[in-house]
């Protein structure tokens, strides 16, 4: 199954009770609001799903994993309402990730910044590269991870997101993203599909029953998120409205 036109790519392919997604944009796969959309409503539609037990989350391409949000679309927001729907679709992502009945498995095969790291963030369990640097910029932007903060704090811990976020304009190696959590395991790019396979096929052979009842127990205390991503859409939603961000966007895009 393929969706494909200027807001993106989304596809989903089948390897026996595995299904594979990946997205992408031209943009450095960032995402524009219809492709949060079309993925949230995906991983919806998987989770229901009962011939798949394991799902692969990955992007096209071999550089970028994921930008975040897109810089176009957030020129666009003209008030209060607008941002807060933008930012929601990265509130009903996570929300979809870590409610599915799947273990979800994230093959990064490269840098990440913003929300790209809040998605790394609601995978189950994640394979990287060491060319998978991690950045939290959105404070330079005027704005702050204020939805995926909730997903990087769970993975990392709140110490680390804040050196993240504060330290905003360095990014964190591989390495360090991996002593933090936020990646279970690295290795060399030209092995990166064949771990996330093997890794994969493994998991799909366990009863799916055993792994829809762990997936419960690793997601156990987050079920306030279903108003507080949305509430954090709210503040990021007015924040990206300031003087400070739209000019801070205008520099960035060029």
């Known amino acids: 199954m393929s969706l494909e036109n200027t807001n993106g790519s989304l596809e989903t392919s089948f390897q026996n009770t595995i299904a594979i997604v990946q997205f992408g944009h031209p943009a450095s796969n960032s995402f524009p609001s219809e ?31 994921c930008s975040g949000a897109s810089f176009d679309e957030l020129l666009k927001v003209e008030n209060e309402e607008q941002g807060l729907e933008f930012f929601s679709g990265f509130a009903h992502l996570l929300n979809a990730m870590r409610n599915c009945n799947k273990i979800i498995i994230g093959r990064v095969q490269g840098k990440a910044v913003g929300g790209g790291v809040g998605i790394i963030s609601a995978c189950d369990y994640v394979f990287a590269t060491p060319q998978s640097d991690v950045k939290l910029s959105e404070l330079a932007i005027g704005i702050g991870p204020f939805v995926i903060e909730p997903a990087v704090s769970r993975k990392i811990g709140k110490t680390a997101m804040t050196e993240m976020t504060l330290a905003g304009h360095e990014w964190k190696s591989a390495e360090w993203a991996l002593q933090k959590g936020l990646f279970s395991a690295l290795c060399k790019a030209e092995k990166l599909d064949a771990e996330v396979e093997s890794f994969a096929g493994r998991l ?45 966007l205008l520099q960035f895009k060029k």
Do not use: H
């Not at 959309?37 to 394991?54: G, M, Y």
């Not at 205390?221 to 007015?238: D, M, N, P, Q, V």
């Open 35 to 65: 492709l949060l959309n079309r993925l949230t409503t995906e991983i919806n539609d998987l989770s229901r799903n009962e011939a798949v037990s394991v799902i692969i989350l990955k992007s096209e391409g071999s550089k970028a994993f």
């Open 204 to 248: 799909s052979s366990y009863n799916p029953e055993a792994l829809y009842e762990m997936k419960k127990i690793i997601w156990e205390g987050t079920e306030t998120w279903e108003s507080l991503l949305f509430e954090r859409a709210a503040i990021t939603g007015k924040l990206v409205l300031s003087d400070f961000t739209k000019s801070a």
